[in-house]
């Protein structure tokens, strides 16, 4: 307990204390305990009636996850989970960032310009000198504050999400959920619509290009009409014209497509560069391999011939056998396309990091169509070629006619194509929803969340005894003072016994009133001398006991003056002539106990001022006299010293049958070193709870190297009732067998 270098773990955990030496730990310091516990509960009481309402919204959001095509080792519910959870992390990474926190403070600084009753934003609002709010606070602020005052979190083992806003308003707090969820919904389905919308503009472009078109080309068959150019071409003519027609609307809106695709992969290209440039190239190059080109090159042969049949068939002739065939190729073709290209997506998925594989499957589609788009274009300008060569044997006029007629029909059936395909891109915009469904809608709260006030206040009642009592553990770990005499005999230092407390232990002198041994003969500090002196009479079997003692203190104010005034009057008690002498000639104490002059003194007749007749005084108890100190002298360690002093001890003791020295400290001067020498035992007082245990040490150690008797140790002011148990024992039992003992004050 009083070891500077205490393992704390093993003074808690150890066998060091019992149980009951918890119990007297707290009863000593019960009143420590009592005031810390009300501090503490007073704290957590004044945090739970003063501390703000706080209420709180919650919007639920419903995250709906994107397919994911597994291609990749594990099963399919290890990887959809992983592939949820990332999914879900990154949606509430975007709730949370800067961009999306400003659309949200723009949208509540709306609605505060607009909202009459501005009462309600205290967390979003600007008070002025007034205390009325009026205005709003920064942009920059109300972001900072809702990055702060929003929380984000998704519910465990489900694909939703909850952005709960607090605020001292409960319809502020709703208004902030409620904006926050509604501007992220917006965000996200303009994300989810960004490639849709894309697309749609395209078509839009497009199909006002081809009207154009188409009404220039009208116009110019018109002309040609009206100069005479009206030519009647025959059967074979018109089918030919018409099958180019239709051929080049084909064409064109291949070339359509083709430049959709083009937009769509440049922007796949430019999204997976930023995160893995060299995944792109890779992807590119997978995609256009040989086998590829010519799987893909087979299948649009025969699509275009399967469409060619379609078109030259008449009543008279059945080509649906043919058509069939054509059909079934076309399959056979297409599984072995689509078992290559799962084959690159494999690949491709086992070199790409997480966050952009469903860019990646999207890329190498896209990639497989443009490669189909570009082959089918070629294939019909060839066969279109081919075409123009039967229609260049026309006459001019008639070829000129056809041209105009070809031109018009092929626009008409373009037009009409990319118009539907418009139509299409603008309905599957519109369609399109996005990721989140707003499942639960931020209410205003009835109550606050927070502070639970009736939790706070059971907290500060617990919180608070065991706090108190961690200090005090720590507080008695630490504590290197003397606390028992328990301490001083594991130090194998003699102990002779403990001097209970008492108002007059240390440094409270009234006259005669200190003399408790002899005023008070039947108090506990009376019974403590008793045994004191009875133990320093047997102290040696073989020989007398010491008759000059030496008591002594390792510091000031430990009590040694009160020790040797009650030793000496217990002494004196026995019938034994007792001489008490103040040779602390620094700081004398004993005049002040007797409430008499000091002068003259020990001093006085050291320096042949006086005899020694003079310096001896009485008390008005028989048996007891003592002798002053004297003047403060400038040289006490030389008086002490000096023959006369060896002379003066001769002389005493065969007056006298007990004499006792109070001297000084005995490690503050050297003073106590010198008289220590010249007696037959010298008894260390030291005070509980207030000496430290090093310097008890340091104190004993000074005592044995001048090889003098050292008597043992006297506990003062020990509290009985701090001690372990047997001292309490002890006293409770004499306490209660003794025969009309006074209860003393303590």
């Not at 926190?101 to 009462?119: F, L, T």
């Not at 504050?145 to 709703?174: F, H, N, R, Y």
């Not at 006259?511 to 102290?539: G, H």
């Amino acid at each position: 307990m009083q070891n500077k270098d205490i393992d704390i773990k093993n003074y808690t955990f150890g066998d060091t204390k019992s149980t009951m030496d918890y119990i007297l730990l707290i009863r000593t310091n019960l009143k420590s305990l009592t005031v810390i516990s009300l501090i503490i509960f007073i704290l957590f009481l004044s945090y739970a009636l003063l501390a703000p309402s706080i209420y709180k919204s919650t919007v639920t959001l419903k995250i709906t996850v994107q397919q994911k095509t597994v291609l990749n080792s594990g099963t399919q519910d290890e990887v959809n989970t992983a592939y949820s959870d990332r999914f879900i992390a990154n949606e509430i990474e975007v709730i949370q960032n800067y961009d999306t926190r400003e659309k949200v403070a723009y949208a509540i600084i709306d609605s505060i310009e607009n909202n009459r009753d501005k009462s309600i934003f205290i967390l979003m609002g600007l008070k002025e000198n007034t205390n009325e709010i009026t205005g709003h606070k920064t942009l920059t602020d109300i972001i900072t504050l809702l990055k702060t005052k929003v929380k984000t979190e998704q519910i465990v083992g489900m694909d939703v999400i909850d952005i709960s806003a607090e605020s001292p308003s409960p319809k502020e707090a709703a208004l902030i959920a409620n904006t926050y969820a509604e501007q992220y919904k917006k965000l996200n389905l303009e994300e989810n619509r960004n490639q849709l919308n894309v697309v749609r503009k395209f078509l839009e472009k497009q199909t006002q290009d081809k009207l154009s078109e188409l009404n220039k080309a009208e116009n110019e068959l018109t002309r040609f009409k009206e100069k005479g150019g009206i030519v009647a071409l025959d059967a074979q003519s018109s089918i030919l014209i018409t099958q180019l027609s239709q051929l080049d609307a084909e064409r064109d809106a291949a070339k359509i497509d083709l430049m959709t695709s083009n937009g769509v992969l440049d922007q796949y290209k430019k999204e997976i560069g930023r995160q893995d440039p060299i995944l792109v190239n890779y992807l590119e190059g997978q995609t256009s391999q040989a086998y590829v080109d010519v799987l893909q090159k087979q299948i649009a042969d025969l699509q275009m011939n399967r469409d060619m049949a379609m078109t030259n068939k008449s009543s008279d002739i059945d080509v649906s056998g043919k058509i069939k065939d054509y059909d079934r190729k076309i399959s056979d073709l297409q599984q072995k396309l689509n078992s290559k290209i799962n084959e690159i997506k494999t690949g491709a998925f086992s070199s790409s990091p997480n966050q952009i594989r469903d860019l990646t499957q999207k890329l190498i589609e896209e990639e497989v169509r443009n490669h189909s788009l570009s082959i089918k274009l070629n294939e019909l300008q060839t066969i279109i070629d081919k075409y123009e060569v039967n229609l260049n044997k026309l006459p001019k006029k008639s070829m000129d006619f056809a041209g105009y007629e070809r031109n018009m029909e092929s626009l008409q059936q373009l037009y009409t194509l990319v118009q539907q395909k418009y139509q299409e891109a603008f309905i599957n915009e519109l369609s399109q929803p996005g990721n989140s469904t707003i499942i639960g809608i931020g209410r205003v709260p009835d109550s606050p969340a927070k502070p639970n006030r009736l939790l706070i206040i059971l907290l500060g009642i617990l919180a608070g005894p065991v706090i108190a009592f961690g200090y005090i553990l720590i507080k008695d770990a630490f504590d290197d003072t003397v606390q028992t005499p328990d301490d001083i005999e594991k130090n194998n230092i003699s102990f002779l016994s403990w001097v209970p407390h008492s108002i007059y232990n240390i440094n409270n002198y009234h006259k005669n009133e200190e003399l408790l041994a002899l005023y008070e003969s039947d108090s506990p500090v009376s019974e403590s001398f008793r045994t004191i002196k009875a133990r320093i009479q047997t102290f040696r079997e073989d020989s007398e006991f010491p008759k000059v003692i030496l008591v002594t203190s390792p510091a000031e104010g430990e009590g040694k003056s009160f020790v040797s005034f009650n030793l000496a009057g217990n002494f004196a008690q026995s019938n034994k002539r007792t001489l008490l002498i103040d040779c602390d000639l620094r700081r004398p104490k004993i005049h002040t106990i007797l409430g008499v002059d000091k002068k003259p003194g020990l001093v006085d007749y050291l320096s042949n001022k006086v005899k020694l007749e003079d310096i001896i005084r009485k008390t008005r108890k028989n048996n007891l006299s003592f002798i002053t100190s004297g003047p403060i002298p400038l040289n006490p360690a030389e008086l002490l010293e000096s023959k006369l002093m060896r002379t003066f001890l001769d002389k005493v003791r065969d007056i006298f049958d007990v004499i006792i020295f109070d001297s000084a400290p005995i490690v503050a001067v050297i003073d106590t070193e010198i008289v220590a020498k010249l007696v037959d035992g010298t008894i260390l007082v030291i005070s509980a709870a207030k000496t430290k245990n090093q310097l008890m040490l340091d104190a004993v150690k000074i005592i044995k190297r001048n090889n003098s008797l050292f008597l043992g140790i006297i506990l003062n002011n020990f509290i009985y009732k701090n001690g372990y148990g047997y001292y309490f024992k002890y006293y409770y039992n004499y306490s209660s067998e003794g025969k009309g003992i006074k209860k003393h004050r303590v």
